[in-house]
């Protein structure tokens, strides 16, 4: 285990957190790598390649671009802000860096979308999500340039970075370490833990690491006035302040899915894509009050409905939690929901804190062990990757709220990515709208179905969660570059045609 659950949970902007999240972290990185260096050149250019430069412009990537360059993080970036900002960019395609650097950046010539070139290094294959930032001096002269690499989920690699084994990260100590889901249930094994449990020691072990303490204190302040520590969370230590700082991702979470089914309207982009969650919700509460709630299947509309108003916020660049990528973000929320709202309606409160807190500590345990084994890229292994990813840890953090256990988690992890692979990232006009917003729902609602078949028929399970990882991860490499958020192929293709 060499990632945190709150590097695989992270609170950004929508809608990708490939194509947004991670450029603009890159972007940011990248001056204040400048910074570090007391080099501010003349004139910055980027130029985007594969995956980046053929649906960037649907992503929201050249914007992402130039709030990072304006030294905006996707975490605490005032999104009311962010329209006037890049419209007094483009006017007048200078660049202030550290409020006084002056330097030239023109989106119109300066942000380069290559299209006809999938790697920033031609010939080299590395990872379709691809940027060169160059620094310049008045004659041209190159005084640094970085290739940065956008590897799903808002994470960020430099060239270098990418090109080691271990992409950079040195190996963090925790008491309960593993590297596969076989490792994670022969420790849990031999300790008598929870995969939580577990999790959840490690996190506390991970605390002594400065990174991961920036981490959670920039995941509680951003959603405050001022962006400001209270007291109270200052005073938290231990499994307290891990907790703490869980329970703020669900709230952020809660707040994404209040906006989406509050917000009427039409989705950015020219899909004309209509807000469907709030008519949703409307009818679900016009049944509940007529009393037409007892078809046994009505809480899966619920579920249904929560993943939905989380992409379609994420579709118009709102606010949400990456769980694990911004296109499946709608996922792991829904099944949060489904746990408080109806699994757990009857339990005491305390009960049904302690299975939320299961529930993301063990939801964190397998996207990790997707991260680190396979991908959680849709340019890289299309949306089995990322929704099907989604509806794994869903489904096995379902099973641990539950009180599963630890055989029954991975049962049930297993089964809901058995019944993802193969499936393609085909986004129509490079947006996360068609088929993302449904395709949330739908993972939301196998996730749910992936559960319960794990904990009503134990023993038969003959494909391991490892099995099915690497499984994905083969099946990601052999599908063909133009089925992976290229809008090259599949319904990004024939919805035109008709």
Known sequence: MNTSLFELFKIGIGP???????????????VREMSARGEFGAAITVDLYGSLALTGIGHATDRAVMM??????????????????????????????????????????????????????AGVATHPNGMRFTLLDASGKVLLEQVYYSVGGGFILSAEEFASADGGAKKRDVPYAFSSADELLCVGEKHGMTIAEMVLANEVALL??????????????PLRPGNKTTQREESLVGEA?????????????????ERGIATE??????????????GLARRLAAM??????????????????????????????????????????????????YYVHHAASEVSDEEREAGLLRYFLTAAAIGILYKENASISGAEVGCQGEVGVACSMAAGGLVAALGGDNAAVESAAEIAMEHNLGMTCDPIGGLVQIPCIERNGMGAVKAVNAARLAMNDQGVHKV???????????????????YKETSLAGLALNIIEC
């Open 265 to 278: 309207g039409t989705l950015p982009g020219g899909l004309n894509v209509r807000r469907r969650a709030p």
């Open 464 to 482: 391991s969660l490892d099995q099915v990882i690497e499984t994905m991860y083969r099946t990601g490499m052999d599908m063909q570059s133009r």
């Open 241 to 257: 302040r891990v907790k703490a700082a869980i329970f703020t991702l669900w709230q952020a979470m809660s707040d994404c899915i």
């Open 16 to 30: 990708s957190s490939s194509h947004t999240v991670g450029p603009m972290r890159a972007a940011l990185r990248f």
């Open 288 to 337: 509940e009050e007529a009393g037409k709630m007892r078809d046994p299947l009505a809480p899966l509309d619920s579920v249904t409905l929560v993943a939905m108003a989380v992409n379609e916020e994420n579709a118009a660049g709102g606010r949400v939690v990456t769980a694990p990528t911004n296109g499946a973000a709608g996922v792991i929320p829904a099944i949060a929901y």
């Open 208 to 221: 002594a690491d400065p990174t991961i303490v920036r981490r959670i204190d920039r995941i509680v302040s």
């Open 68 to 121: 990072g360059l304006l030294e905006e993080s996707p975490d605490t970036v005032d999104l009311n802000t962010i329209g006037g900002r890049i419209e007094l960019l483009r006017a007048t395609g200078m660049l202030k860096l550290l409020g006084e650097q002056a330097v030239r950046f023109d989106p119109a010539i300066d942000l380069r979308f290559r299209r006809d070139q999938m790697y920033p290094d």
